[in-house]
């Protein structure tokens, strides 16, 4: 059982599938209520006469970074191929304190790794070894740029940006009236990369930058947006600057800010496109059953690849309660698991079930303020989001908390999440729904 045990909570990781792991893969599209939306930013980058920069927003846990695999993996396997480098700017920056430098160093570091792993082609500092002698003093480390692969000495760069908040002060500071000079280095080392790509077989290269969509919604020091937003609008000319193709992700609450007209507009949009929830329960709350035979394709791609003959629910019902509290969310569903196989092993119960979303809907409770709740309640009565200028920072807060989900399913709509607690004063309706 102990070997058991930890083959299936392994299998259940909420991560990203990697490249290896596409016979776990479950096309979620056709109940997102939006379909192709890989094919769609890959045609863009391939119809293109220049470079292109893509948005693309949804709910942590909404199935982003898997998609975006997908589309680092169509990029790379069509006739026509692009070298497409996945930066993970997690690894680079604090999502609580971020700004354009810090992204800069982590796309170019994260683009010469990748392409010295994968084709073996190293990168030299290039105009960067003018450019690091304007930051060296403020590092108080003996770092010489000219003696290292790029990678390597952005590295100690980035690892100082991000771990030391007094630095990166500082290092802002410098770089802030040389950020032209930063972006032409950034340009002439992807002209190098493009060059070498060429000789190769490749049309060019496509960065994907995940990990910005966990970008704070905290204000700004300039106190007139969030920080996401001052990233997205105010780094406008920064962020489109690199001399290749690049698709960002974005907060869903950026995306649905009072600012989102002029962001679509900045970046060339109708609208940011967003990846929603899956739909497993309609408006009414009435179970939505090809959303339902989804997610249970998920869960049994899951514990066959971990070679488990039996079902890890004691019933199906377990199973469907697991599905119904996700709310549609995929790595809520393995989180969900991976807990209830935490504290009750095998096989999962509804106990188990209930014990994990307590302590979910205690913290959720312990987040909100009377004024969330407001919106709470009202999201729930005509699942629309009523913003105005006052409340706009508390729908930013509630959708980037996942409090509120929101869906594409026959037109866009919203949901509150199902492990929130009952809002003050709302009745249990038949279906365990509130109102």
């Known amino acids: ?14 991560a990203p599938l990697t490249a290896k792991q596409t016979d776990l893969y479950v096309d979620l599209d ?43 993996q169509k990029l790379q396997s069509n006739t026509e191929k692009f070298f497409a480098v996945l930066c993970d700017m997690n690894e680079d920056m604090d999502p609580n304190d971020v700004d354009f430098p810090d992204i ?5 570091r994260q683009t010469a790794v990748q392409l010295r792993e994968k084709l073996s082609i190293k990168l030299k500092p290039g105009y960067f070894k003018q450019r690091w002698e304007e930051v060296k003093s ?21 690892a100082v940006i991000k771990d030391s908040p007094d630095t990166r002060v500082e290092i802002r500071k410098l770089l802030e009236p040389h950020t032209t000079n930063w972006i032409e280095a950034a340009n002439d080392v992807i002209s190098e990369a493009e060059l070498k790509l060429s000789k190769k077989g490749y049309a060019g290269l496509a960065i994907i930058v995940d990990g910005l969509d966990r970008v ?10 969030t920080l996401a937003e001052y990233l997205f609008e105010n780094r406008f000319t920064q962020l489109t600057a690199f001399r290749c193709h690049l698709v960002y992700t974005m907060p869903i609450s950026v995306a649905y800010s009072c600012r989102e007209r002029n962001i679509a507009h900045l970046y060339g949009y109708v609208a940011p496109p967003v990846i929603p929830m899956v739909m497993v329960c309609d408006k009414e709350g009435h179970r939505y059953e090809e959303g ?10 899951r514990y066959q690849k971990a070679s488990i003959k039996t079902d890890i629910f004691e019933n199906v019902e377990v199973e469907d309660k697991i599905i119904e509290y996700s709310g549609g969310q995929p790595r809520e569903v393995m989180t969900l698991i991976r807990e209830c196989l935490v504290h009750g ?46 409340n706009d920072h508390l729908y930013m807060e509630l959708l980037d908390s996942r409090a509120i989900l929101q869906y594409e399913n026959g037109g866009e709509w919203y949901e509150i999440n199902p492990l929130l607690p009952s809002p003050p004063g709302s009745k249990k309706l038949k279906n365990g729904r509130t109102r």
């Open 1 to 14: 059982m102990p070997d058991e045990l930890k083959r299936i909570y392994q299998i259940f990781n909420p």
């Open 216 to 225: 704070s919604p905290r204000t700004h020091e300039s106190g007139r947006c």
């Open 345 to 390: 092993g095998l096989p999962i119960k509804a106990t188990h079930v209930e014990q994990v979303t307590r302590k979910i809907r205690h913290a959720y409770d312990r987040q909100l303020r009377e004024e969330h709740w407001k919106l709470v309640k009202q999201v729930q009565k005509d699942h629309r989001l009523k913003r105005n200028e006052d």
């Open 138 to 158: 403020v590092l108080r480390r003996d770092i010489d740029l000219t003696a290292l692969e790029l990678d390597a000495g952005l590295a100690k760069f980035s």
């Open 292 to 301: 339902f035979e989804k997610f249970k394709e998920l869960i049994k791609k």
């Open 104 to 108: 800069l160093i982590g796309i170019i």
């Open 30 to 72: 056709p109940v997102r209520g939006s379909s192709g939306l890989v094919d769609r930013l890959a045609q863009n980058i391939r119809l293109a006469e220049a470079p292109t920069c893509q948005l693309l927003a949804g709910h942590h846990g909404s199935g982003k970074s898997t998609e975006l695999r997908r589309l680092q």
